[in-house]
């Protein structure tokens, strides 16, 4: 254990480390910390069940391919590679399955710690691939399920891209066949993040703006969820929002909105800053369905996805050139503020900048870290202090003040490990009763933890210590203090009190 100097008004670690409690006042009935000097909103936080994704693959099999491992591995919160692909890549002829296309990005990746996302889709817009022209596998054609060619709402020669009748009987057979095969591989699976549902509509999104441009009715869709839901008994749905607004009549998008969350599927927004949105949405951040997502966060994460990054930056809305609809729509909001804002409506858990790590990470690398905290949660402790004799044998509690200044509640429940070091070494693991620190609360969380002091305890300065932990991630969870605080096991130091006997 590090050594200390006595100073007044606070204990000091030497090299000027770290300053504690100073200007901290004692309870009546015990100290107290305010930890708030010692907040840092800079540090980026590398924690669990949050952070950045990126696209690989993402509609065909090279796309945003990483050339070299450590885009990913040294991205600030880099959490998890999201696999868009067709169904045609994993079921090439009917019951043969070709797991290894995905297999060989799941092993590299989760060997690292990485976790892994899914969209599976049935209808892709490309034709230079059999893949691309046939998402949904072409021997599901051939063994007679109805659809035609389509390209921008017109019916094009058997060169273009095939779309099914998404209620087509003998599609819905076939893809619940694969569904039922792919769930029995992945579903579950501890680095599973979420499964998006996709195999509605162009690249999976639930429109077909691209293809025929024929609504797809709700009974449709409800079997499709309901597909999913029979095989996925496991690992989190998740739904693009297009899957919803697509629905022309406004009653059927409420309904299907409160099956999804009543059924815990959550959502994802995959077109903030499209250009066409920038007209009419520029106020809200070109995000169209907030209501969606103020229904499910506070049950369920939800996912970002920016317009592909190089086409922002291609159309000027990045920069906000002024040619470009960001800057004739948006007053002059850049693309820093529209993601900001977006997220924040979105209450996104996971972001994603949808292109190549290394340019986009080049182009913003304290944007980076400042969304990476401001995603799902950031918590902030306020204060620590004790009520009751501190003693051996004594029951004291440990009172806590938490803040939330994240955009998004933490889903998961992550344990407070209280350590005192002095003459002997106490600790204590308790819930910490994180669950319930919303974002944007008046008042911070109040959180009191009773202690059991062993009666062996021997008398002493004790330092008191603190740390959060994922049991289920088998994880630290960092708070927004300086890292100067932290210990090599990733306790806080709070301050320094006296057990008696």
């Not at 799902?376 to 620590?384: I, S």
């Not at 960092?478 to 006296?498: C, E, K, S």
Request: include cysteine.
């Amino acid at each position: 254990m590090m050594p200390f100097v006595q100073s007044t008004g606070c204990q000091l670690f030497l090299g000027g480390l770290l300053a504690l409690a100073c200007g901290s006042t004692a309870a009546a009935d015990g100290p107290a910390f305010d930890l708030r000097p010692q907040w840092d909103t800079n540090a980026p936080l590398i924690n669990p069940h949050k952070g950045w994704y990126h696209h690989y693959p993402d509609n065909h099999i090279e796309k945003y391919k990483i050339a070299q491992d450590k885009d990913l591995l040294e991205f600030p919160g880099m959490d998890h590679v999201y696999l868009r692909l067709s169904w045609a890549y994993l079921e090439p002829m009917e019951g043969q399955f070709d797991w290894p296309v995905i297999d060989r990005i799941i092993e590299k990746w989760t060997a690292h710690g990485l976790g892994i996302a899914f969209r599976i889709s049935c209808k892709e817009t490309g034709t230079d691939r059999v893949e691309q022209q046939f998402a949904t596998p072409k021997w599901v054609m051939q063994a007679g399920a109805k659809g035609v060619y389509y390209r921008m709402g017109k019916e094009v020669g058997p060169d273009g891209p095939w779309e099914p009748d998404f209620g087509d009987p003998i599609f819905l057979e076939k893809l619940e066949h694969f569904l039922a095969a792919f769930a029995s591989r992945y579903d579950g699976k501890p680095w599973l993040r979420y499964v998006d549902v996709g195999s509605i509509g162009d690249w999976g999104e639930g429109h077909t703006w691209a293809g025929s441009r024929k609504e797809c009715g709700f009974a449709v869709r409800q079997r499709h969820l309901d597909l999913h839901l029979k095989y996925f008994k496991k690992s989190q749905l998740v739904l693009s929002d297009d899957y919803v607004y697509a629905l022309t009549n406004p009653k059927e998008r409420q309904a299907e909105c409160d099956y999804a969350v009543a059924n815990r599927i959550s959502f994802r927004d995959d077109s903030i800053l499209v250009n066409s949105y920038l007209q009419g949405r520029s106020d809200h951040f070109t995000v169209r369905s907030p209501e969606f997502f103020a229904a499910a966060y506070l049950q369920m994460p939800t996912v970002f996805e920016l317009e592909h990054y190089g086409t922002v930056k291609k159309q000027g809305n990045w920069e906000a050139r002024p040619d470009s609809s960001a800057a004739k729509y948006g007053k002059g909001k850049k693309g820093p503020e529209y993601f900001r804002g977006a997220m924040g409506l979105l209450h996104a858990t996971y972001i994603g900048y949808h292109g190549y790590a290394h340019e986009w990470l080049a182009d913003n690398p304290e944007l980076t870290k400042e969304l990476l905290n401001r995603c799902g949660y950031w918590f902030f402790p306020h204060r620590l202090r004790f009520s009751g004799a501190l003693r051996a044998g004594a029951r004291p509690v440990m009172e806590m003040n938490w803040e939330n200044r994240g955009v998004a509640p933490a889903y998961r429940p992550y344990e407070l490990h209280v350590r005192l070091e002095g003459p002997q070494v106490f600790e204590q693991v308790v819930d910490s009763g994180n669950q319930h620190w919303l974002p944007k609360a008046a008042e911070p969380f109040v959180e009191k933890y009773p202690l059991n002091l062993p009666a062996t305890l021997k008398p002493g300065a004790y330092t008191v210590k603190f740390k959060l932990h994922s049991r289920e991630a088998s994880r630290d969870v960092f708070v927004a203090l300086r890292p100067g605080l932290l210990d090599q096991a990733n306790y806080y130091t709070a301050g320094t009190v006296t057990v008696g006997p």
